[in-house]
């Protein structure tokens, strides 16, 4: 029975070693979410501001007069 008093604390510590690695891997891992996040906001606010810009342009700017559906026809027909 003595060898089993001599195995807690070791195993104690091994639990306690794994836990520590978990926590690093853990940390690392929201560290890395949080980048992706702050990235994906990055996108999102020039996405916002490029649609401001393309709400705030006039309606006709891409309109080149009246156009014939027999003008879109490719030249073989």
Known sequence: MSNRG????????QR????EIKAAFTEDLLDQLDQ???RQQE?????MRELAQLREQPRDEGVVGSRSPHDDLPPHY
């Open 6 to 13: 001599m195995d807690k604390p070791n195993d104690t510590e």
């Open 16 to 19: 306690l070693m794994a836990l």
């Open 36 to 38: 992706v996040i702050v």
């Open 43 to 47: 996108q999102i606010d020039l996405l």
